[in-house]
């Protein structure tokens, strides 16, 4: 069982960056897939990126592909998603999840943070 606390999220100009934080309690952290998703305003909660237990096999929606980067630190029991380049599209509340799979499907995963809010400016 793993617990996850998201951070990072902030109002960004566009064009501008910001780095996400999810860090875990549990320590079996490394045994977990971990993904990010996000909800928009009025949307349902969509796939953004995910990274394997290992960390050594990612995959990307294509919405994001080439402007986001997801890392995980096992010894730190951290994941993090990079997100440069930000589009006013991209303003929603971003959650880390944990699971036993590696899938871009919501209820593959068991885990999920309270969330942390990204707001894009245009």
């Known amino acids: 069982q793993v617990q996850l606390v998201e951070s990072g999220g902030r109002l960004v100009q566009a064009g501008g960056s910001l780095r996400l934080s999810c860090a875990a309690s549990?320590?079996?952290?490394?045994?977990?897939?971990t993904g990010w998703f996000r909800q928009a305003p009025g949307k349902e909660r969509d796939f953004v990126a995910h990274i394997s237990w290992s960390g050594g096999t990612t995959y990307y929606a294509d919405a994001v592909k080439g402007r986001f980067t997801i890392s995980k630190d096992n010894a730190k029991n951290t994941v993090y998603l990079q997100m440069n380049n930000l589009k006013p599209e991209d303003t929603a509340v971003y959650y880390c999840a944990a699971g036993h799979y590696y899938s871009t499907a919501v209820n593959d995963y068991g885990y999920w943070g309270q969330g942390t809010q990204v707001t894009v400016s245009s």
């Open positions: 549990g320590r079996a952290f490394s045994n977990y897939h």
